[in-house]
């Protein structure tokens, strides 16, 4: 089996916006504005070759002290980005957020790269930082789904208790779904890397089971970890309705 991965030439990479410009073709022609569109996919653009030529200086440097300060980064923003959906001030919860993304996050991630992978270096950036990546980014998506189910639900009169148990279940959706769909509907980002490097997939296999296992996890205890600390603050909400 070829353990080399393919490069892309630019002219071949270019082919592949003919789907956008399709999809922007109809965008267009049902006058739902494409711009908004064209914005997302500049922004993408710029950020993938920031982020190329960024990594590649991380890795180059071999420094704990550089991959801690991405990490951090990556909480701090993670954070932020959780609350978008609510209403109220993001400043009120953003501790009780970041508490919960690095609580519910850093524990897999040290489990997986410490205990799992055993990385020598510890803080081998070429798998702490993209596996970090993930981690933080599902435990995101799983804070700012149940803290906005948990508003609604509040609002709707809904007792405490109850309200947490169903924002805890809906912010696990998509990640139960993907357990549900892996192998059957998806190959997900890690097993299709490994299989396209040349890797067996008998071994991309235990590296999807590996980010699996992480990805629900985090998901869990950061959603549950930041429902916990919010107590106090919608408890006297729902009090209040």
């Known amino acids: 089996m070829n353990n080399t991965i393919q490069t892309i030439p ?7 916006f003919i789907p956008v410009l399709l999809a922007l073709i109809i965008l267009y ?60 001030k993001r400043k009120l919860l953003y501790r009780y957020a970041l508490i919960s993304i690095i ?7 040290i489990i997986i790269t410490q205990a799992v992978l055993e990385l020598d270096p510890w803080y081998s950036a070429q798998f702490m930082i993209p596996l970090a990546g993930m981690i933080f980014a599902n435990a995101m998506n799983s804070v700012s789904l149940s803290v906005e189910r948990l508003n609604a639900e509040i609002g709707n009169g809904v007792s405490y208790l109850k309200a947490r148990n169903t924002a805890l279940h809906a912010s696990l959706i998509p990640v139960i779904n993907s357990l549900f769909a892996v192998g059957l509907v998806s190959l997900p980002g890690m097993m299709t890397g490994q299989i396209l490097s040349g890797a067996s997939p008998l071994i991309a296999v235990r590296y999807q089971i590996m980010v699996m296992c992480m990805i629900f ?19 006297s909400k729902a009090e209040q309705t």
Do not use: C, H
């Open 10 to 16: 630019l002219l071949n990479l270019s082919l592949a």
């Open 103 to 109: 609580v519910g996050g850093g524990l897999p991630l």
């Open 217 to 235: 996890g985090s998901s869990v205890l950061s959603a549950a970890i930041f429902l916990l600390l919010i107590k106090p603050f919608f408890l």
């Open 29 to 88: 022609k049902w006058s739902l504005g494409p711009v908004y569109a064209l914005y997302g996919i500049a922004r993408m653009l710029l950020q993938l070759l920031l982020v190329g030529y960024i990594l590649t200086s991380i890795f180059e440097s071999d420094s704990s002290m550089i991959v801690i300060a991405v990490l951090a980064i990556m909480i701090f923003f993670s954070s932020w980005i959780a609350l978008n959906t609510l209403a109220i």
